[in-house]
């Protein structure tokens, strides 16, 4: 049972356009989500989070959007750069728990 | 910066074949993690442990097991290696405080080939 999918495998955007990575999951209980990203031959870093209570957090050109209702998140990269080309991974918790990955999504920024 | 070192970057190993990988972390984490990264599989939690002497199975544990002796290695056992368990192994740790403990931070991985 994925109870954290990223239904996109792939995204390819153009320098300066908005990256848009979509992620869904399923158990309610989930009450903080995070975003890493993957470059090749390296470990996942840390990248962005929010908690249930909010419905928005942001962080220089990330922002991640939350919505409850549609259990939704989303991450929004403006402008996108070359260097943003990586896998994105979202995850989710809740009330402290271990992490429960989605697929991943590569995306690849064209300069 | 924390720091999180798996000892090999590549390994290859033969069916049935005992599989020692090794995970060292320098910031007092109480809590560490073994994953393993799959194409269209995402990350998938093996084990996991909160604390010296102490583990819990993940969502796959099944052919692996762990040992966690000293508060800062956290050791990943493959009994007996089989090809079905190739693939990219990541070692991760975290605080034990709990407002922060879902960050984690992770090693280089270790791409382990079984033939």
């Known amino acids: 049972d994925q109870q954290v999918k990223q239904n996109s495998p792939s995204l390819s955007v153009q320098e300066g356009r908005i990256s848009i990575l979509n992620c869904d999951y399923t158990?309610?209980?989930?009450?903080?989500f995070l975003w890493y990203k993957k470059y090749p031959a390296e470990g996942p870093t840390f990248l962005i989070s929010?908690?249930?209570?909010?419905d928005k957090n942001e962080d220089g050109r990330f922002t991640v959007f939350l919505n409850k209702s549609a259990k939704h998140l989303s991450l929004h990269i403006v402008p996108s750069q070359p260097g943003d080309s990586a896998v994105y991974f979202c995850?989710?918790?809740?009330?402290?728990?271990?992490?429960?990955f989605g697929e991943g999504t590569q995306l690849t920024v064209n300069p | 910066d924390v720091k999180v070192t798996q000892s090999s970057r590549y390994l290859v190993k033969r069916t049935g074949e005992k599989v020692f990988l090794e995970c060292v972390q320098d910031?007092?984490?109480?809590?560490m993690f073994w994953y393993r990264q799959d194409p269209g599989l995402g990350l998938r939690l093996i084990y996991f442990?909160?604390?010296?002497?102490?583990?819990e199975k993940g969502d796959i544990p099944e052919g692996y097991s762990v040992s966690r002796e000293k508060k800062e290695r956290f050791s990943l056992i493959l009994e007996s290696a089989s090809t079905n368990q190739t693939s990219m192994y990541l070692c991760?740790?975290?605080?034990?405080?709990?407002?922060?403990?879902?960050?984690?931070?992770f090693g280089s991985g270790t791409q382990l080939s079984v033939l």
């Open positions: 158990n309610s209980m989930f009450d903080y």
């Open positions: 995850a989710a918790s809740f009330s402290g728990s271990r992490l429960t």
């Open positions: 910031m007092d984490h109480e809590n």
């Open positions: 991760a740790s975290t605080t034990g405080q709990s407002a922060r403990r879902e960050k984690l931070f």
């Open positions: 929010i908690s249930s209570i909010k």
């Open positions: 442990s909160y604390d010296v002497k102490m583990k």
